[in-house]
């Protein structure tokens, strides 16, 4: 499980710097949640395990991951497995995410590819495909 002590920081790093991306962070998770009074949910990302997500709904807490190799193969408006199949080369890992307002994340990979914006509703097909649905 991932906690602040385990958020990589970069050696040498100026502690302004740091504290000023996790503020960022922060504040763009709780923007997220609550955007229109509706609750989104909190999409990391994860070296081995992939997309994280996260939500909290009243007293219920969900966690579901997508694996890496998962992702990839999804296609990004709908969750489901994309056909045809398309060939990702071995070793290709997401390395980061980029928000897309309140409503989707791009995935961007080592190997460069960043064409993908996954909805909210379509990581949670994903999730539901998996057999690992969040609560309603």
């Known amino acids: 499980q991932e906690s602040l002590s ?3 920081i970069p050696v040498g790093a100026h502690p302004a710097g740091v504290f000023s991306s ?7 998770s709780i923007v997220a949640l609550r955007v229109g009074g509706v609750q989104q949910p909190l999409v990391s990302l994860h070296p081995r395990r992939g997309l994280v997500v996260r939500s909290l ?10 694996p890496p190799s998962e992702l990839r193969r999804r296609d990004p408006s709908t969750g489901l497995v994309r056909e045809p ?3 990702v080369p071995e070793g290709v890992v997401p390395i980061r ?15 460069g590819f960043s064409g993908d914006i ?7 097909a ?7 649905a969040p609560p309603p």
């Not at 709904?57 to 997508?66: H, K, L, M, S, W």
């Not at 995410?97 to 190997?111: H, I, N, P, R, T």
């Not at 994903?126 to 690992?132: M, T």
Request: hydrophobic residues 45%.
């Open 118 to 124: 996954f909805t909210f509703d379509a990581i949670r």
């Open 6 to 8: 385990t958020l990589p």
């Open 57 to 66: 709904r009243g007293d219920v807490a969900y966690e579901g991951t997508i």
């Open 97 to 111: 995410l980029e928000f897309k307002g309140s409503y989707a994340v791009c995935v961007v990979w080592s190997d």
């Open 85 to 87: 199949q398309a060939d």
């Open 22 to 28: 996790l503020a960022r962070s922060l504040l763009r």
């Open 126 to 132: 994903a999730l539901e495909d998996l057999g690992n």
